[in-house]
Every structure is written in C-alpha cells, then in structure tokens.
C-alpha cells in the first residue's frame, strides 16, 4: 500500500518561531495538499500545489504561510511566526490528479505552539 | 449553514449491528469521500464515490446525487470498526475537499 510520510510526527515550538513540516508524497502524484485540523474540530483545507506552484489556498493560508517542495521530493509546509492557534494537527495529503482520484493522507504532524 | 453535514453525531452500537451513517451536502460536487479517522488521529480513505454505490468486505457507500446524500453503512460491525468517520465532497472546478464534522463509532463487544 502506497504511502504519504510526514515528519516530524509531533513538534512543540515557542510562540513567534518559524516552523517547517515535511511530508514525502507518494512517488507518481501529481497534486499536493495541507489540511490542518484543531482539537475537536473538523478538518479544514488550507492549500493545494500543483506542477510547482498553487493552485487553490484557503482564507486561512495567509502571508504567514508558505509552501515549496525544493528537491523535487519533500513537500513543505512553513509556518513563519506561530501563534498560539495555529496547535493543530497538520495533514499532507496527495492524488494522482485533480477530481476523481482517491486520496492518501500522511498520519498527519501534531503541532503545539506554547 | 455548514456545507457537509453529518448525522449523527455520535453513535454507539453493539458488535454484529448494522450501522449507518448519513451526509448531506449543499452543493453540487464531482466527488465524495468516505474517510476513517483513528483514535491516533491518521486518516485513510475508504470510499470516492461520484454516482451510484461501492462495497468493500463490510462496508458499502452510497449516493443520490439529486438528493445531495450520501450514506455509509457497516455490516456486522465489530469493535475494530470504531473509529470516527468523515464525509467530504470536492466541488465541481475546486480541488479541495470539505468536510463534515465527523462521526464517532463506537462499537461494544
């Protein structure tokens, strides 16, 4: 069973610090996505990357966010300044195309910002 | 008013019981997925549906397009199928998905 690798699987960082989140998509997929899910809430998109560059962004992806995938491999996610509500679960997930195709979610990156 | 909505909210039932779980959405879509979410928090999908139904060992997934629903059911269920499960619908044109608040199924032996 193919499989999406997110790193790291939990990180505790201080309010105000830059953090990067990593994920490895499975290797014949084309699209890309970040979904962040707070405690006790529903799951919530917040960007999709295709052919090296974004192609849909939520309301909530802000200047503060960013993502790239710099060696053709990892697909990141920074979080420049983090605030207190940014603690979620963090999800990358992929699919082979755009509509119609089943998707791989990574086990997800448990983010705490203290 | 939510999107996706799902019903119920929470659900207990005793191993060997039929389960089903319900999604309304309230837009016109070009896919909807049936997903699992275990207690440590991984997601997996279950079922992409765009018409019609699929079955997969114990569990089918329907949906009438007209009527904007979709319903999972469980046959036989049985502890190891407690879980939370969550309804998403892609948009026609959007690449995202939007989800629903999720059920949690719990199964007792």
């Known amino acids: 069973e193919p499989e999406v690798t997110q790193t790291p699987s939990h990180q505790v960082t201080q309010m105000g610090q830059e953090v990067i989140l990593r994920c490895v998509p499975i290797s014949n997929h084309l699209y890309f996505y970040w979904y962040r899910q707070i405690l006790g809430q529903k799951v919530e998109f917040l960007v999709s990357f295709y052919n090296n560059e974004i192609s849909e962004k939520s309301e909530i992806f802000d200047d503060q966010f960013s993502v790239e995938r710099p060696d053709g491999s990892n697909f990141t996610l920074k979080i420049r300044s983090t605030k207190l509500e940014d603690s979620a679960m963090y999800f990358c997930?992929?699919?082979?195309?755009?509509?119609?195709?089943?998707?791989?979610f990574g086990e997800g990156s448990w983010l705490t910002v203290v | 008013k939510n999107e996706v909505e799902q019903s119920p909210q929470n659900l207990t039932a005793q191993e060997g019981e039929f389960i089903t779980i319900n999604c309304s959405y309230s837009v016109g879509i070009s896919a909807l997925h049936w997903l699992q979410q275990h207690p440590g928090g991984g997601i997996v999908s279950l079922f992409m549906?765009?018409?019609g139904k699929k079955k997969h060992g114990r569990l089918i997934a329907t949906i009438n397009i007209q009527e904007k629903h979709s319903s999972l059911h469980i046959t036989a269920s049985h502890p190891r199928d407690s879980a939370v499960y969550i309804c998403a619908v892609r948009s026609h044109g959007a690449q995202k998905l939007v989800f629903g608040q999720g059920t949690r199924l719990t199964i007792n032996p």
């Open positions: 997930a992929t699919t082979t195309g755009s509509s119609g195709n089943t998707i791989y």
């Open positions: 549906l765009s018409s």
